[in-house]
């Protein structure tokens, strides 16, 4: 979707590293690092999103309300480069 938003080139390469977790936006930092190094004169866009929309409790129970506060829904994204 962003590719496609920003008319990114083509030839863009994209990684999804969904159903991992809160350990995703670690994993793509990394992952970007190595890109970076395999890559001369490129940069690495990583964007990283937590969705708990499908654990969303809807009762009015206190104790179980705690996940809806805690953890809600949430991106960052940052822009590295080798140049």
């Known amino acids: 979707m962003i590719v ?3 008319k990114l080139r083509t030839n ?3 990684y999804n590293l969904s159903g991992m977790g809160c ?3 670690l994993i793509s930092i990394d992952l970007a690092k190595d ?3 395999a890559n001369p004169n490129s940069y690495a866009m ?3 999103t937590e969705n708990i929309t499908l654990n969303w409790y809807f009762e009015n129970e206190r104790s ?3 996940c ?3 953890f809600k829904m949430g991106g960052a994204a ?3 480069s080798n140049q």
């Open 23 to 25: 350990s995703a936006g």
């Open 12 to 14: 863009s390469k994209n």
């Open 4 to 6: 496609n938003h920003y």
């Open 78 to 80: 940052v822009l590295l």
């Open 35 to 37: 890109l970076l190094k």
């Open 46 to 48: 990583v964007v990283s």
């Open 68 to 70: 809806n506060y805690i």
């Open 64 to 66: 179980m309300l705690l």
